[in-house]
């Protein structure tokens, strides 16, 4: 099957430095990838969008300047927060569209961010 | 609007049978997934349905009427590692993934 990782698996930070968070498609060639947001007992939230080659697209609410996203490759595409708030402690999760399935997307295991 | 609707917490008991039920309304329809997440853990794929009617695999059972915009994920023979939250999520006419708000399922002995 189709393997998403993430790292790192957990981090921590002090306010107001930035954090970069990599998610990888291991087998196969992800032509979309998937930025979620989860905090505690809530359910996924989409932040954004990305193809490879082109810029994500936000939703609405997402600050672009504070969450850069970056889809270099067809495998990588990486989140970076910064100037990291306390608010922003989350679960981060990607996942991946490509592969065999034109519709499912497979999930990494996520990062948890804890800014202190 | 685009919207998904599921329960939001059920309570089983260990060897029983529960299903969640999840109604969507989306701009045009691609199909269904459902997915289950442990606590502090990514979700995983369970099931994904296009076409009207029922799929089996193994404990797990999905439904879908796309007339009635309805689904549902039938769980037999409950074992407390069921204890999760179950997503169900519609895919719109731009192939997007939208989301319901998930349901807490609680298994006790």
């Known amino acids: 099957g189709a393997v998403v990782s993430q790292h790192p698996s957990w981090v921590i930070c002090k306010s107001g430095t930035s954090v970069k968070i990599e998610c990888r498609s291991l087998?196969?060639?992800?032509?979309?990838m998937f930025w979620y947001r989860q905090f505690p007992k809530q359910s996924l939230m989409l932040m954004a969008t990305s193809n490879e080659g082109s810029k994500a697209t936000y939703e609405q609410g997402v600050e672009k300047d504070k969450f850069l996203i970056n889809h270099a490759s067809l495998t990588l595409s990486t989140l970076t927060v910064t100037s990291a708030h306390p608010e922003d402690s989350s679960f981060y999760i990607c996942s991946a569209r490509g592969g065999e399935s034109s519709y499912e997307q497979y999930f990494g295991p996520g990062t948890r961010l804890t800014v202190t | 609007g685009q919207n998904i609707d599921q329960p939001t917490e059920m309570t089983a008991t260990e060897g029983a049978i529960v299903q969640i039920n999840c109604t969507y309304q989306t701009s045009g329809f691609n199909g269904l997934f459902w997915y289950q997440q442990h606590a502090g853990e990514a979700p995983t794929f369970l099931s994904y349905n296009v076409l009207d009617g029922l799929e089996e695999k193994g404990r797990f059972s999905s439904f879908l009427s796309r007339s009635k915009g309805y689904s549902y994920l039938l769980l037999k023979e409950l074992q407390m590692k069921d204890s999760a939250s179950y997503l169900c999520a519609a895919i719109d006419s731009n192939y997007q993934l939208i989301w319901g708000a998930g349901t807490k399922l609680i298994i006790k002995p």
């Open positions: 087998d196969f060639q992800a032509t979309t």
